[in-house]
């Protein structure tokens, strides 16, 4: 799939849409979910245009993604979720329903978070 500049988190990441901020530096923008899961629910997006993780994995620079990865780190650190423990999600494609076609990994944290997924019985 090729990127869609008209994506809801490209429009954040121009500034064309409030947010409510957690975290920016060159790499990440991170930013409370507008329909929180958990307690704490943020979401964590690259500052590249990339689709998703395939498209982040196969297509990033180095610098992109160690830079992507220590911001989610961080952010989950300034967000106070290490000591209880938090979950990361990122939904890639239509299986996974991804929403949103601009990568971005949920953090969520402040409760006991249950199981992963809902059991499979295929
Ligand atoms: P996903 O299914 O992984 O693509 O999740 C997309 C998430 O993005 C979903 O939890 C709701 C959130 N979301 C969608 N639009 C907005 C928005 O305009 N602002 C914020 N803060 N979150 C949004």
Redesign the pocket.
């Known amino acids: 799939m090729s990127y869609d500049n008209d994506n809801?988190f490209a429009k954040?990441l121009r500034g064309e849409?409030p947010?409510?901020k957690v975290f920016e530096d060159d790499y990440a923008l991170a930013?409370?979910?507008?329909?929180p899961q958990a307690p704490i629910h943020v979401?964590v997006i690259p500052k590249g245009a990339y689709v998703d993780m395939d498209d982040f994995s196969a297509n990033g620079t180095d610098s992109e993604i160690i830079g992507f990865m220590r911001a989610t780190g961080q952010v989950a650190r300034e967000l106070g979720a290490v000591h209880g423990g938090y979950r990361l999600l990122a939904?890639n494609g239509a299986d996974a329903?991804?929403?949103?076609p601009h990568l971005?990994v949920?953090i969520f944290a402040g409760r006991n978070l249950g199981p992963m997924l809902k059991r499979f019985d295929g």
């Open positions: 809801i954040i849409i947010c409510d930013f409370r979910d507008i329909n979401l939904n329903n991804q929403e949103v971005h949920h």
